[in-house]
Nanobody
Framework: QVLLVESGGGLVQPGGSLTLACVVS????????MAWYRQAPGEQRELVAS???????KYEDSVKGRFTISKDKPKNTVYLQMNNLKPEDTAVYYC?????????????????WGQGTQVTVSS
């Protein structure tokens, strides 16, 4: 069974910080590109940040310089460090795993999601 379990959401004031964590099943973590998405009420889910199996990172323009995605390989965990949070960052944040291109070329396909964690930025 594949599990992605998020934690770390909450209520924070503008300018504050939060760190989200996603613990991933070991067998998936080793072969996946990982990402954080978010979905605000009435909006489509959007990609926030990604980190590849070989640790290449990408960020959505509005979070560049404020958010950092990272991995702790011994703990099978992906983090999203969020600094200088703004009200427009308010959303449910989801962890996602997909096979890396190398693995996908072997025919392996999946698209796993966590249950989501609420982040609210408000004074």
């Amino acid at each position: 069974q594949v599990l992605l379990v998020e934690s770390g959401g909450g209520l924070v004031q503008p300018g504050g910080s939060l760190t989200l964590a996603c613990v991933v099943s070991e067998n998936i973590f080793r072969i996946s590109d990982m990402a954080w998405y978010r979905q605000a009420p009435g909006e489509q889910r959007e990609l926030v940040a990604s980190i590849s199996r070989v640790d290449e990172t990408k960020y959505e323009d509005s979070v560049k310089g404020r958010f950092t995605i990272s991995k702790d390989k011994p703990k099978n965990t992906v983090y999203l460090q969020m600094n200088n949070l703004k009200p427009e960052d308010t959303a449910v944040y989801y962890c996602n795993s997909k096979p890396s291109p190398y693995i996908r070329a072997t025919g392996v396909q999946y698209d796993h999601w966590g249950q989501g964690t609420q982040v609210t930025v408000s004074s």
